[in-house]
């Protein structure tokens, strides 16, 4: 393997180069959004490079207009716009680039959804492909070497997960991923709400990361770690859009005993999940492997979806009895559940009610022994 693994997304975003939509690359700091954008264009010279967090490019983009865009650009074709939800009123001003510049691509990237998102949508209506980069999937580096030799890695994974920079890296996990988690991960929300310190995002995110797979309620939480359960839910949205983090929801159609507006929370990486808590431990010394593998599996098919642009909704599913499903997976009207364990030898029963409630959903078990045959 080489210093760049081939991403999935890569031939579609390529295609879309040749229409006048922009195109949005979202995706965690560190994920690789600009390694990807640099590699699918490193042989074009028509390419201006504009960084949002540098404060000359927001003053550039202070006083936009349609003149002032053309002297910036010049020749270029392609104008790619990193960290671009740094830039205020960035959808408007994107807008300005799509609707009277037919011969301009633009190009912008966010490691956060915050102003992007939330300001984006409007302005850009029909206008824009979105993207969402997570970090390398089991199926890319697969298609580097082979099945075999990546599911040979499967330990390493499941403890120090697939940021680019840490498989890059093979012995230095450990320390560059509290690198990451300490310097990086949530820069973001530490500028949006204007906080000196981390402490209190570090103490809840860890406290996710103990309850990873696991119901939360944000009162709890918020009492173990002194936050209010308002600040707690602010925070977790916060970081949800930052895409370190995402919920996943109960599913109900109001059966008596099932629960309802319950929710989950998972971590896009094992990686950071681990390094959150400092539990680099192997596989055979640590009692939370069924969290490492429920975690692994529920990141690899999301990921599996994005990269395929395959647009699918998800929950969880639980009763007051106590009977589980991981997951409801549903894309184009096919509906999944999935069960997630570790250990091949352990017997899984489909859940009466569940099966009995959903007789039309089919019912499937992952283990370390079939998991590949899902990605």
């Excluded at 993207?131 to 403890?159: C, D, Q, V, W």
């Excluded at 109960?250 to 539990?279: C, H, M, P, Q, T």
């Excluded at 990921?303 to 642009?309: G, L, Q």
Aim: glycine content about 4%.
């Amino acid at each position: 393997m080489g210093n760049y693994v081939t991403r999935i997304q890569e031939t579609d975003i390529l295609l879309k180069l040749a229409d006048k939509k922009a195109i949005i690359i979202y995706g965690a700091r560190q994920v690789g959004k600009s390694t990807l954008l640099k590699h699918l264009l490193k042989d074009n010279t028509s390419v201006l490079w504009l960084y949002g967090d540098q404060a000359q490019t927001q003053s550039l983009f202070n006083d936009l207009s349609v003149q002032s865009i053309k002297s910036i650009i010049g020749k270029k074709k392609i104008i790619v716009i990193d960290e671009a939800q740094m830039i205020k009123d960035i959808g408007i001003k994107l807008k300005m680039f799509t609707d009277y510049l037919d011969d301009i691509k633009v190009i912008a990237t966010g490691s956060s959804s915050f102003d992007l998102a939330n300001k984006i949508n409007e302005p850009l209506t029909g206008r824009k492909w979105e993207y969402h980069l997570l970090p390398l999937s089991f199926r890319e580096m697969a298609n580097e070497s082979s099945e075999f030799e990546e599911k040979g890695y499967l330990e390493t994974r499941l403890i120090y997960g697939y940021y680019p920079e840490i498989v890059m890296h093979p012995g230095e996990e450990k320390e560059r991923l509290l690198e990451l988690v300490t310097s990086y991960l949530y820069k973001d929300v530490l500028i949006w709400e204007s906080l000196q310190k981390a402490d209190k995002i570090t103490r809840l995110l860890q406290a996710l990361a103990f309850q990873t797979g696991s119901q939360i309620s944000y009162s709890e939480i918020g009492t173990m770690i002194g936050m209010d359960s308002k600040t707690v839910e602010k925070y977790i949205d916060l970081l949800e859009k930052a895409f370190i983090i995402y919920r996943l929801t109960s599913y109900s159609r109001n059966l008596r005993n099932e629960l309802k507006a319950s929710k989950k929370v998972y971590f896009y990486d094992n990686g950071v999940r681990n390094a959150l808590i400092s539990a680099f431990n192997p596989l055979e010394l640590r009692d939370d492997i069924g969290i490492l593998w429920e975690n692994f599996i529920m990141a690899e098919l999301l990921k599996k979806d994005k990269n395929t642009r395959n647009f699918a909704r998800r929950w969880f599913w639980r009763t007051k009895q106590s009977q589980e499903v991981d997951l409801i997976h549903e894309a184009d009207g096919v509906w999944s559940a999935y069960e997630f364990k570790w250990n091949e030898k352990k017997n899984v029963s489909y859940p009466a009610a569940f099966k009995e409630a959903y007789p039309e959903i089919n019912f499937h078990l992952i283990n370390k022994s079939n998991f590949i045959d899902y990605l």
